[in-house]
Structure formats: C-alpha cells, structure tokens
C-alpha cells in the first residue's frame, strides 16, 4: 500500500472488467506488499488484535469408554 487512491481517474464498466483489472494490478505487486494489504485489511475487518494478538486456545474434553 505504497500510494494513495487516485481520485483524479474514473473508471466506467462492469464488475467483470474491475475484477479483471484488479487481478492484474495485484499480479504485478510484489508478496511484501501483498503481505502489507491483506494484513490491512484484516485490521480493518477485524481490529487490530487480529493481527498483533495471540490465537486463542481451546480446550475439548472428553470421556473415554
């Protein structure tokens, strides 16, 4: 996530056509930044603790026969 949006530029068209563009942007990015963006993106879905926090343990008993 290097730049910011561009909002001087437009683009008219499908949901196809923005897919498509958009898998060929991300085809060119290199893995840091992909890295970078989906660690962003769980923080904004998520929080931050999705990212900086533990997993959570569970614990399942059960009774043996």
């Not at 290097?2 to 683009?11: I, P, Q």
Request: a positive charge.
């Amino acid at each position: 996530m290097k730049e910011r949006m561009d909002r001087t530029v437009v683009f008219f068209g499908t949901a196809e056509e923005h897919d498509k563009r958009e898998r060929e942007y991300l085809k060119k990015e290199g893995y840091e930044d992909k890295l970078k963006t989906i660690t962003y993106l769980r923080e904004c879905f998520y929080g931050t603790k999705a990212t900086t926090g533990r997993l959570q343990r569970i614990y399942k008993f059960s009774k043996r026969k």
